[in-house]
Every structure is written in structure tokens, then in C-alpha cells.
């Protein structure tokens, strides 16, 4: 009787126990994209560009995104824009729970009112977007720039997508140096069982500060307890028994 008793608090406390750790999915592959364009023709790469004034640049670790055009008045068009596109997953507790994710932005334009920029982030999760822009893009609901967090709900357990795209353009007439830039950072609000990966090689959480996170007292508590029963087990397997 008293060994069953044992077992059945050893059973107990391991499950009010959190998991530390659990293995990451192998998600979706990110894709790039970056694309200057002009009267002359087109110039594209994964990650970078450069031709006739306009510039692209990619970093994906940390994800920081950059799109402009050095132009002036009378020579063409000018389009410069740079893409990724990745997927990520909530992971740990029990597939199809809601997680609440906080999705931390710094988007910036800048342009003259003869050109335009444009910088948005939007994801599939139930069609979140945060765009800002100037010039002839505008005006746009989040205004030229944004820096602070957006939040949304996720599943855990199910790959979602999300790109970042950036723009600069100019109309050739005016001339013009509209340029745009993007970094981000997504991390579920509360520290506990969940955590959050993206596609190999993106760097989260690098570019824009993290979200702020504080460990749930639920989480606290039941983590508490689940020392004290192996505690008491402890205790209980050291003292000696009269034969």
C-alpha cells in the first residue's frame, strides 16, 4: 500500500511539472526578394540590389529589410522594393490552443510629395496587417512610421506565414529620395509553455526589441508545486524504517 501511494505522488508531481523544452518543427523554408527597377531595365538578387539610384538590402539575421532611391529630376522611373517571406509556429501545450502573440514593429518612411514609400507587415492569421507610408502611397491607416506592438492570436501547433515588404518609388518628373526600412520581433505575451520559431535562418527578436514577457502565476504556482511533491517524496525515501 504504502509503495502505491509512492508512485502515484511521483506521477503527480512530474505532471504539475512544465516541459523545459520541446523540439522545433522543420517549417517552410524562407523565401527572399529583392528588385530595383527603371526605365533601363530590371535588377534582382536574394538579398540585394543596386542600379541607376536604386538600392536594396536584406538582412535576415537580424531581419531588417531596406528599400530607397537616390534620383534626380528628369531620368525615369524608379522602384525599388525588397521582400521575405517566412513561416512560424507556436509550440508547446496542446495543438489548437489560442496563444496571444505580441508582434513588435519598427516600419519608417520618408519621401518628398512627388515620390512614395510604403512598408507593411502582414500575416494569414486572420489577415493582420500593419502598413505605413508617404508621399503618393499615403495616406495609410498607421500613418508614415510605426514603432510598437500589434497583437494578434495564433494556434499552437499550426505553421503560419508572414511577410515583410518594403517599397520606394519615384515618378522620374520631380526627382526624389523616398526610402523605407523594417525590423520585427514575435513572442507570446506571458513566458510559460509556449514559445515561438521561424524558418531557418530568419533571426527573431534581433532587429526590434523583444516583446515584454512575465512568467503567468498559474505557471508559477504549479511549478512551485511540483517541488514541493518531489520534496516530500525525497524526504520521505531518507527516513529510516525500523526492520
Known amino acids: 500500500m504504502k509503495q502505491a501511494m509512492r508512485a502515484s505522488l511521483v506521477v503527480l508531481a512530474l505532471t504539475l511539472i512544465p516541459l523545459a523544452a ?9 523565401t527572399t526578394s529583392a528588385s530595383c527597377n527603371s526605365n533601363s531595365g530590371t535588377v534582382s538578387g536574394p538579398t540585394s540590389c543596386s542600379d541607376s539610384g536604386e538600392s536594396v538590402t536584406i538582412s535576415t539575421s537580424p531581419l531588417v529589410l531596406m528599400a530607397g532611391v537616390n534620383d534626380v529630376a528628369g531620368d525615369g522611373n524608379h522602384l525599388a522594393t525588397a521582400m521575405v517571406t517566412f513561416w512560424f509556429e507556436v509550440i508547446g501545450g496542446n495543438p489548437g490552443d489560442s496563444v496571444l502573440l505580441g508582434l513588435t ?12 514609400a510604403i512598408d507593411e507587415v502582414y500575416t494569414d492569421v486572420n489577415q ?23 497583437y ?32 520585427f520581433c514575435i513572442a507570446p505575451v506571458t513566458a510559460g509553455i509556449y514559445s515561438v520559431v521561424v524558418s531557418s535562418g530568419i533571426g527573431n527578436c534581433l532587429g526590434a526589441a523583444p516583446v515584454s514577457q512575465a512568467p503567468e502565476p498559474a505557471t508559477l504556482a504549479l511549478f512551485g508545486a511540483g517541488l514541493l511533491g518531489l520534496g516530500f517524496l525525497y524526504r520521505r525515501s531518507t527516513i529510516k524504517r525500523p526492520l
Not at 514593429?105 to 512614395?116: I, K, N, V
Not at 494556434?155 to 519615384?170: D, F, H, K, Q
Open 22 to 30: 520541446q523540439a522545433d518543427p522543420m517549417l517552410t523554408a524562407a
Open 152 to 183: 494578434f492570436d495564433s494556434p499552437s501547433g499550426y505553421e503560419r506565414e508572414i511577410t515583410l515588404n518594403v517599397e520606394a518609388e519615384e515618378g522620374g518628373v520631380y526627382g526624389g529620395d523616398p526610402s523605407a526600412s523594417s525590423d
Open 128 to 150: 493582420n496587417e500593419v502598413e505605413v507610408c508617404s508621399g503618393d502611397e499615403g495616406p495609410c491607416a498607421y500613418g508614415t512610421s510605426f514603432a510598437g506592438t500589434e
Open 105 to 116: 514593429l519598427d516600419l519608417t518612411t520618408s519621401s518628398d510629395p512627388h515620390s512614395g
